[in-house]
């Protein structure tokens, strides 16, 4: 299975409101991604978890929490966002720097497009 | 900040013309991945080259890597209506382990293959 899945697949929601974005991969891979797209734009990294540890944070605001429940599970937790946060946030995963085979080649889930009001 | 610069950015061919694009990129790197996204959806990995390889084939692909000028090209042959999508190279940095994975992703170029 090398799949990544990713609920919901569209998402409105208001400035006031709190919602989660939640990826999932069973390829056992120990690196899992959070990315956020504009429309046109590449994707710009958001956070790197590692073993169920976050390992990167590229300066995201709080408004933005993700959470790595267990090797599979990915989420991204949002609350009180604004609307310049419409995007595509693509979720992504991929073996850790140990394996040589295919050192650090990611795989996308089809992403949850996020729009706030 | 984007590591990878591309260019085109934008290339329009018809079925059966080579699509060629490049992907510059500014720091040593472990390896470069090239990436496929169709209109709205996740990427898909394409190809990797290594930093000590200089050509990798992986059907209709060809990809080519010059560490000394610090720059890569895709070469898509006989191309489809289907290979329509927007193209992204990806380095990863060779300062390992700080980079964890961290891919710098070029702007990309939108390529739209005609029948």
Known sequence: DTEVTQTP?????????????????????R?????????????ELMFVYSYEKLSINESVPSRFSPECPNSSLLNLHLHALQPEDSALYLCASSQDRTTEAHPYEQYFGPGTRLTVT | SQQGEEDPQ???IQEGENATMNCSYKTSINNLQWYRQNSGRGLVHLILIR???????SGRLRVTLDTSKKSSSLLI???RAADTASYFCATLSAKMPDSWGKLQFGAGTQVVVTP
């Open chain 2, 10 to 12: 934008a290339l329009s």
């Open chain 1, 9 to 29: 697949k569209h998402l409105v929601m208001g400035m006031t409101n709190k919602k989660s974005l939640k990826c999932e991969q069973h390829m056992g891979h």
């Open chain 1, 31 to 43: 690196a899992m991604y959070w990315y956020k797209q504009k429309a046109k734009k590449p994707p």
């Open chain 2, 77 to 79: 042959t006989a191309s």
């Open chain 2, 51 to 57: 930093s000590n390889e200089r050509e990798k084939h």
